[in-house]
Structures are given as structure tokens and as C-alpha cells.
């Protein structure tokens, strides 16, 4: 167990929809990034935050954005999804601000699938 | 282009036995290299992390190399056991905030 925590596991959802992923930070740790993944695909890291600020954007598309809470947990919100969004998302954290810095610890997921 | 490819895409090797999984990266400036293993439908765990300076490290029975020269770094797996079966993900940073990750080695392990 990472100490990262994630929610829901699973979503199903329709295309055009709008959802909100959820994770909460490992305790002490002010960075967290969210990743894409989907299937037989790599990694696809989207955007990091640190300590309530955006800090890092990778290949995160507009429909799509995130936020950090002063609690330091995170939101990804997904809009107007297409089939192509179905994937696995990923959150991780660390206490480093710039991840080349230090560790990252991956939560378990949320499974995202778009009909 | 920075690049990170990892061969082969594929492996399946007998419990018990040993293998390699390469990772060839073309990103500079460099910062660091580390490997991840991914666990199907679970979040990648870090098996190890090397800087510039290091060549070698250990995590059990991972051993991790680096040629910072070549550019090349691989990861050995001794004696291999069903719960190795996996991804292993390698991953270099450039230093700040630039990170590429490879597209994976996916190995199974057969009894």
C-alpha cells in the first residue's frame, strides 16, 4: 500500500459526460501528478501540482483539468469524454516539488470507462 | 528528439530462471534514470533510482545498471518467480520538470 488513495476504482460512464476523479496525497507530501494510461499503452503524464499550485502540464488535453485542495488532495475533472478516454488514471505524490527530486508513489487507479 | 525505448516488448522466461530488460534513452541534459514495475491494472511501484553517478543498485533480486556514456541501462532479474510477472516501466528525468517514460517491458513468468 502506497499510502496514496484513490476514488472510485471503477467508472463507468457515456460519451459527452462529465466526471471527477479523486485522490488524496500520501501524508506529508505536497506534489501530486496524474497520469493516463490507456490500453497496452505507456504512461502519459498529464499535470502536476504542488501545494495547491499548478506546477507542471504534460499532455493533458482542454477538456480536461485539475486542482488541488488546500487539504492537498486532488481533483482530475474530464469533460465532454469520448471513447478514446477510456483508460486507467493514475495519481502519485511525492514531497519533492520537481519530480526528477525524489520518489513517487502511485495510487491503485481509477478505471474509466467511456460507452 | 529525447526518447526512452525499452526491449524487448515482450518476454517469457521459466520460474527460477534469470533476464535482462533493456532501456536505451537519447534525453538530455540527463538527471535520472528509474525503473518502475507495474503490476496489471495496479500503480507502478519503484524498484530502483540512479543518478549520473551511479552504476549499479540493488533491490533484492533487481539489479539495476547505467552507462551514462551509452546512454543504456538495464535491469536483471535473478532467479525469477511467478510474481515477477509484470511490466517494468524505465523512466529518465531531465532535471526539472521533464520526464519521459518508456513504453514498457512486459514480462511473464511461467511455472
Known amino acids: 500500500d502506497s499510502g496514496v488513495t484513490q476514488t472510485p476504482k471503477h467508472l463507468i460512464t457515456a460519451t459527452g459526460q462529465r466526471v471527477t476523479l479523486r485522490c488524496s496525497p500520501r501524508?506529508?507530501?505536497?506534489?501530486v501528478y496524474w497520469y493516463q494510461q490507456s490500453l497496452d499503452q505507456g504512461l502519459q503524464f498529464l499535470i502536476q501540482?504542488?501545494?495547491?499550485?499548478?506546477?507542471a502540464k504534460g499532455n493533458i488535453l482542454e477538456r480536461f483539468s485539475a486542482q488541488q485542495f488546500p487539504d492537498l488532495h486532488s481533483e482530475l475533472n474530464l469533460s465532454s469524454l469520448e471513447l478514446g478516454d477510456s483508460a486507467l488514471y493514475f495519481c502519485a505524490s511525492s514531497v519533492a516539488a520537481v519530480y526528477s527530486h525524489g520518489e513517487q508513489f502511485f495510487g491503485p487507479g481509477t478505471r474509466l470507462t467511456v460507452l | 528528439k529525447n526518447q526512452v525505448e525499452q526491449s524487448p516488448q515482450s518476454l517469457i522466461i521459466l520460474e527460477g530462471k534469470n533476464c535482462t530488460l533493456q532501456c536505451n534513452y537519447t534525453v538530455s541534459p540527463f538527471s535520472n534514470l528509474r525503473w518502475y514495475k507495474q503490476d496489471t491494472g495496479r500503480g507502478p511501484v519503484s524498484l530502483t533510482i540512479m543518478t549520473f553517478s551511479e552504476n549499479t543498485k540493488s533491490n533484492g533480486r533487481y539489479t539495476a545498471t547505467l552507462d551514462a556514456d551509452t546512454k543504456q541501462s538495464s535491469l536483471h532479474i535473478t532467479a525469477s518467480q511467478l510474481s515477477d510477472s509484470a511490466s517494468y516501466i524505465c523512466?529518465?528525468?531531465?532535471?526539472?520538470?521533464?520526464?519521459?517514460f518508456g513504453a514498457g517491458t512486459r514480462l511473464f513468468v511461467k511455472a
Open positions: 501524508s506529508g507530501d505536497l506534489s
Open positions: 501540482y504542488y501545494n495547491g499550485e499548478e506546477r
Open positions: 523512466v529518465v528525468s531531465q532535471g526539472g520538470f521533464k520526464t519521459i
